[in-house]
Nanobody, 134 residues
Framework: QVQLVESGGGLVQPGGSLRLSCAVS???????????IAWFRQAPGKEREGVSCISSSDGTTYYRDSVKGRFTISRDNAKNTFYLQLNNLKPEDTAVYFC????????????????????????WGQGTQVTVSS
C-alpha cells in the first residue's frame, strides 16, 4: 500500500522560506523504474497545479516557470523522503501543497511539463498548508 505524508507547512512572511517533507512508504525510487515524485499545490478556488517533479530513472527534475530559481526538490534515499525547499516565498505561493507518486514518468527533464500533470499520478498525500502573508 502506497502512502505519502506531507509535513512542514506553515505561515511565513513574504521573502521567507519553508521546507516541505513527503515521507513515502510502499513506493521506491529505483533507477530501473519509471517512478517519480512530484509536488502540486492548490489555492482556494483554483485548480490543482504541478510545481515540481523528480524522476527515479535519471534523477532529473522539472519546475514550473513561476517557481524556478526559488523552489528546489530533493530526496533522501535512506529515508525515502522527499523535500521541497521553498525560498523567497510570495503571497501567490499560498496554497495547500501535495506530494504525489507516479509509476509512469520516465524522465522529468525529458517529459517536461507533462511530468507535473495531475493525471499521471495515482498516489497522493493529504496536503500541507502554506500561507505567505505579512
Amino acid at each position: 500500500q502506497v502512502q505519502l505524508v506531507e509535513s512542514g507547512g506553515g505561515l511565513v512572511q513574504p521573502g521567507g522560506s519553508l521546507r516541505l517533507s513527503c515521507a513515502v512508504s510502499g513506493f521506491t525510487m529505483d533507477s530501473k523504474d519509471n517512478h517519480a515524485i512530484a509536488w502540486f499545490r492548490q489555492a482556494p478556488g483554483k485548480e490543482r497545479e504541478g510545481v515540481s517533479c523528480i524522476s527515479s530513472s535519471d534523477g532529473t527534475t522539472y519546475y514550473r516557470d513561476s517557481v524556478k530559481g526559488r523552489f528546489t526538490i530533493s530526496r533522501d534515499n535512506a529515508k525515502n523522503t522527499f523535500y521541497l525547499q521553498l525560498n523567497n516565498l510570495k503571497p501567490e505561493d499560498t496554497a495547500v501543497y501535495f506530494c504525489a507518486a507516479s509509476d509512469r514518468i520516465s524522465s522529468a527533464q525529458a517529459m517536461g511539463v507533462i511530468s507535473i500533470i495531475t493525471g499521471w499520478y495515482d498516489y497522493w498525500g493529504q496536503g500541507t498548508q502554506v500561507t505567505v502573508s505579512s
